[in-house]
């Protein structure tokens, strides 16, 4: 279930917190705002997960016989390179599944950059599939060098025993 959308991850608190001096290369061609490239790559690492299952019972009003909700709280480590380099950040974010086979679910989030040549945080928010390990989740603000911040966050390799999920911002306004 732990599919990451910023993996919430929209660079704020889709990985809330740590880090310095280069966030990632940027592919040839890409676009650029300010001195800061509108698309990067970065790598999360989990470090905490913690899930929240309600009993059909417990839900009120009683959910259907084999269904369930649930909620789970992830907080990564962000990294600029896949193999754990300089930390540059932390992502925080809840999948909400909000249908009995967890093929609709709910991400919120923010990754905070604190290194990397990176100062601030990107807010991100979308519908997933909780059972897909990879997906696109929308930008949806930010703080400090990402106050504004609007666009799209795609994640892969997500999962409950995966090791290294890639996130790739892609930022349209910041």
Known sequence: MKARALAIFAVGAFAVGAGGTEIASVP??????????????????????????????????????GSHVAAEYLHDSVFNEESGGQKIGE????????????????????????????????????????????????VTGGTGEFQGAKGEVSYSGAGPTSDVTTLVVHLIRH
């Open 28 to 65: 040839a061609g890409a676009e650029q705002a300010s001195d800061n490239p509108s698309t990067f790559t970065v790598f999360t690492h989990m470090t905490e997960a913690h899930v929240v299952s309600p009993c059909s019972t417990c839900a009120q009003p009683p959910l259907p016989t």
């Open 91 to 138: 992502e925080s974010f809840v999948i909400s599944i909000v249908s009995s086979d967890a093929a609709n679910a709910f991400l919120s989030g923010a990754v905070a950059f604190t290194g990397g040549g990176l100062s601030g945080q990107i807010t991100v928010s979308g519908e997933i599939d909780a059972r897909s390990s990879s997906g696109v989740v929308a």
